[in-house]
């Protein structure tokens, strides 16, 4: 196993028809998601960017991801889902189960906090990021941006992230194969999309995202654009949306947000 990811052993492990056959490879980028917006519309679904650092890697809300030569899985995969723009945030649910089954097959338990987040042991491990250019009622395209920390050690991690990021190397103090861990999400990725999308299907990603959930029936903070309620977390609902109970006892609907947990 090399430092650097390799075409050629990513693709011996694919199962998939579409997801990852064809991979864009860079040595450094700016962000995987801006390359793959920037040709998305001439590539076919399924194309894969994927580099090995990424030196503005993006979260969300212009917030910045840290991604490391070398360590991690920073890729985008672009998609051309035949489903209202409204529903491409229910991508980012697709993409956090198939990261924790691809987790699960290496024996390492993990956990989502809806609605982008993998835990392990409590500590982010991956992040998802779900972009998409749309008219009023179709989806042009869809980039879904995974970032995955395999190899960090305490050291690749800014002071300020230490207390809740983590790497797979960080929680097990094993070493991950990162062409085989790559190609695993992909086929997860494809049968569960693919469920989603044609055969409008998304029970069986939102079933492990329920399983895995760090947050049903917890209290947590919902952090909107201008105010922060604490809410009690019910369910996910059938179309990935987060049932909370207000303060008031109000039951409200959340599509997409951000959320810190609090309380038990
Ligand atoms: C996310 O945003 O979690 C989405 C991250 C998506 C990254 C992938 S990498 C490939 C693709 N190309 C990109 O440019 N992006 C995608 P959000 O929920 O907003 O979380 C961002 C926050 O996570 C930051 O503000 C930090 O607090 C924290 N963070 C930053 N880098 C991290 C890392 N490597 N591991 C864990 N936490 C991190």
């Known amino acids: 196993m090399s430092d650097s990811l390799n075409y050629n052993r990513i693709e011996s492990f694919l199962q998939t028809k579409r997801m990852g056959r064809k991979i864009i490879y860079f040595d450094s980028l700016d962000s995987t998601n801006t390359a793959a917006k920037k040709i998305a519309e001439k590539e076919p679904e399924g194309t894969v960017v994927i580099s090995e650092e990424q030196k503005s890697g993006r979260g969300r809300m212009g917030r910045s991801w840290v991604s490391p030569r070398n360590k991690g899985i920073w890729m985008s995969i672009i998609l051309k889902p035949q489903i209202p723009p409204a529903e491409v945030p229910r991508l980012t649910q697709v993409?956090?189960?198939?990261?924790?089954?691809?987790?699960?097959?290496?024996?390492?338990?993990?956990?989502?906090?809806?609605?982008?987040?993998?835990?392990?042991?409590?500590?982010?491990?991956?992040?998802?990021?779900?972009?998409?250019?749309?008219?009023?009622?179709?989806?042009?395209?869809?980039?879904?941006?995974i970032g995955l920390n395999v190899s960090l050690t305490q050291a690749d991690l800014p002071p300020n992230l230490r207390h809740k990021a983590t790497s797979l190397y960080l929680e097990t103090k094993r070493m991950f194969d990162r062409d085989f861990l790559t190609a695993e999400i992909l086929n997860?990725?494809?049968?569960?999309?693919?469920?989603?999308?044609?055969?409008?299907?998304?029970?069986?990603?939102?079933?492990?995202?329920?399983?895995?959930?760090?947050?049903?029936?917890?209290?947590?903070?919902?952090?909107?654009?201008?105010?922060?309620?604490?809410v009690e977390v019910l369910d996910i609902d059938d179309e990935g949306r987060l049932v909370v109970k207000t303060n008031d006892s109000r039951i409200a609907r959340i599509a997409s947000g951000e959320i810190s947990v609090y309380k038990n």
């Not at 290496?106 to 250019?133: A, Q, R, Y």
């Not at 049968?191 to 409008?200: A, G, K």
């Not at 990603?205 to 209290?219: A, E």
């Open 95 to 145: 993409a956090a189960a198939a990261v924790s089954l691809a987790l699960a097959s290496l024996e390492i338990n993990s956990s989502i906090k809806w609605p982008n987040d993998i835990l392990v042991n409590n500590k982010k491990v991956c992040g998802i990021l779900t972009e998409m250019k749309a008219g009023s009622n179709k989806t042009e395209y869809a980039v879904t941006g």
């Open 188 to 230: 997860n990725f494809e049968h569960l999309y693919y469920r989603y999308t044609m055969e409008n299907d998304l029970t069986a990603s939102l079933d492990i995202c329920r399983q895995k959930s760090v947050v049903l029936g917890k209290k947590v903070r919902l952090v909107g654009q201008d105010a922060v309620k604490e």
